[in-house]
Nanobody, 120 residues
Framework: QVQLVESGGGLVQAGGSLRLSCAASGRYGMGWFRQAPGKEREFVAAISWSGDSTMYADSVKGRFTISRDNAKNTVYLQMNSLKPEDTAVYYC?????????????????WGQGTQVTVSS
């Protein structure tokens, strides 16, 4: 059983920054997703277990950075230049593969989510 625990969400003004963390054991690639009220869940970013490969949604490229510290079993999502449209519950997830997962990969495990609210 893989347990994923997100943290770091909160309320921030537009233009501000937040860093989300996902505590995750195992040698797995990881993805971040988000779901806003009334909208479908969408892919945000992903990273391979080694950290050498990353992928981003067009909507966050240049603003968000995914990284990981395997010594701490933690994956991060640094979010800069936040916009009100970034408001959502953010989830981390894994496919239980060490390779880079994609937006439509079979994610087997999900965290409980952390709320990010960006005020205008």
């Amino acid at each position: 059983q893989v347990q994923l625990v997100e943290s770091g969400g909160g309320l921030v003004q537009a233009g501000g920054s937040l860093r989300l963390s996902c505590a995750a054991s195992g040698r797995y690639g990881m993805g971040w997703f988000r779901q806003a009220p009334g909208k479908e869940r969408e892919f945000v970013a992903a990273i391979s277990w080694s950290g050498d490969s990353t992928m981003y949604a067009d909507s966050v490229k240049g603003r968000f950075t995914i990284s990981r510290d395997n010594a701490k079993n933690t994956v991060y999502l640094q979010m800069n230049s936040l916009k009100p449209e970034d408001t959502a519950v953010y989830y981390c997830a894994t496919t239980r593969s060490s390779s880079l997962p994609g937006p439509r990969s079979g994610y087997d495990y999900w965290g409980q989510g952390t709320q990010v609210t960006v005020s205008s």
